[in-house]
């Protein structure tokens, strides 16, 4: 368990722990296990939802995919703790009327009954707008939009507790990949950006009251400081801003991370790496200015490129969980297998053999950030003082098992009872 520079990550709780009947147990060896991090280790969870839906008994021919998808759970469950389900609108709700809700419902339950958190992305965004939405009057939109979110989060707000609310709204009044604009930048274009935030916020939030609502963006610029300011400054209840770090183009490097991370910490609120890439292949030219133009018919991961998005993973990872305003990373693919632009980013190639980034990030989350089992001995009261990163632990003692939450960094008190 290595915690340098890592304090504000880690608790020491001293647990009086009793047996069945309240008593002290004194003098009592106690093992204690780690079951969970607080930190929301994630990554999107898209290439398993099939594996989520499929029938236990499969087709003769559909054995060699299902074994490929079981493999891949198991290696995404080893290292991560929090799952993003897609719900891009044009491919969840193709026809009007007719949303993905039983097949989604599914991937997410199917992530929750193994202990996994599941975000939701995106709520509102512009570039993948459903089609039959685009000719229809302003406010039949934005009614549409509305009854959207109060649909997804409503319907999902049994195993969903955190949502992209609205993904880069700082480009979304002016964006344009049609001859004519999509419905939502059109309506982001009438009613503005901060109105456009307030609309999926409090939709979101009117349909659960508890769930995460986070504003993501890619525009690291002062653009996208000036709407959060807005925002802010129009009553907007944020919960945590969404930062992407999409680096094709290269590594952004220990100090323009901090940099970042720090203009975007003044606000006072948890930052969110929603979107986190780096390559083990050649990098996209520098010049390529919207990394969806840069279209190669083939980017393959090399060795030499694996090795450096290992050395880059570890340095990236460890710059982010050093901050204290970081309190979620979510890697943007597991595999290469389908990648987002056909780029090499993910943590395991091809052909399901994990890349050397994928063995370096576990042995961070599951090494050195975690608290290997330890068995303690409890003094004359019964106490026994736990130190570990937050979350959550099991203690066991001749049989029987209690749990224990670290759920703050310093020092605090607690009991629990074994039988």
């Known amino acids: 368990m290595t915690t340098a520079g890592l304090s504000h990550r880690i608790g020491e709780v001293v647990v009086t722990v009793l047996d069945g009947d309240g008593r002290p147990l004194s003098h009592r060896e106690i093992v204690v296990e780690q079951r969970t991090h607080a930190f929301a280790f994630g990554n999107i969870g898209f290439d398993l939802v099939d594996l989520a839906n499929q029938d236990p008994d499969p087709l003769p021919s559909a054995y060699a995919a299902r074994d490929r998808a079981v493999r891949l759970a198991g290696q995404w469950f080893e290292v991560f703790n929090t799952a993003t389900l897609p719900f891009y609108w044009s491919d969840f709700e193709p026809e009007p009327g007719r949303p993905a809700t039983e097949r989604l419902h599914r991937a997410a339950t199917w992530f929750a009954d193994r202990g996994c958190r599941v975000k939701g992305h995106p709520l509102v965004w512009h570039t993948l707008a459903p089609d039959w939405l685009r000719p229809n009057p302003i406010d039949e939109i934005e009614a549409t939009v509305r009854a959207r979110i109060r649909r997804e989060v409503t319907g999902f707000r049994d195993v969903i507790h955190a949502w992209d609310a609205i993904n880069e709204a700082v480009i979304m009044p002016v964006f344009s990949n049609e001859p004519s604009p999509n419905a939502i930048t059109r309506l982001a274009g009438e009613r503005g950006p901060v109105a456009m935030v307030r609309l999926a916020f409090e939709e979101a939030r009117r349909a659960d009251p508890t769930a995460t609502l986070v504003l993501n963006d890619f525009d ?33 490097g220990e100090e323009r991370t901090r940099e970042t991370l720090d203009r975007f910490a003044r606000f006072g609120l948890p930052i969110h790496m929603t979107e986190t890439t780096l390559l083990s292949g050649d990098l996209m030219p520098a010049e390529i200015e919207d990394l969806n133009d ?20 570890v340095r990236h990872y460890r710059t982010l969980l ?61 106490r026994v003082a736990i130190q570990g990163w ?11 098992t209690a749990t224990l939450t670290i759920a703050e960094p310093g020092p605090a008190q607690a009991s629990v009872r074994l039988g």
Do not use: F, N
């Open 220 to 252: 690291m610029s002062t653009a996208y400081e000036k709407l959060i300011e807005d925002v802010l400054e129009a009553g907007v209840e944020i919960d945590a801003i969404g930062l992407q770090s999409h680096m094709h183009q290269g590594y952004w």
């Open 294 to 313: 840069y279209q190669v018919p083939s980017w393959p991961t090399t060795p030499e490129g694996e090795q450096r998005q290992a050395d880059e993973i």
């Open 322 to 382: 050093a901050h204290p305003s970081v309190q979620a990373i979510t890697y943007w693919g597991i595999t290469d297998e389908g990648a987002w632009l056909g780029a090499p980013c993910g943590l395991v190639r091809a052909d399901g053999t994990p890349k050397p980034a994928y063995q370096a990030l576990r042995d961070l989350v599951k090494g050195e950030w975690w608290r290997a089992p330890a068995s303690l001995r409890t003094d004359e009261a019964g």
């Open 390 to 400: 937050l979350g959550d632990y099991r203690l066991h003692a001749a049989g029987d």
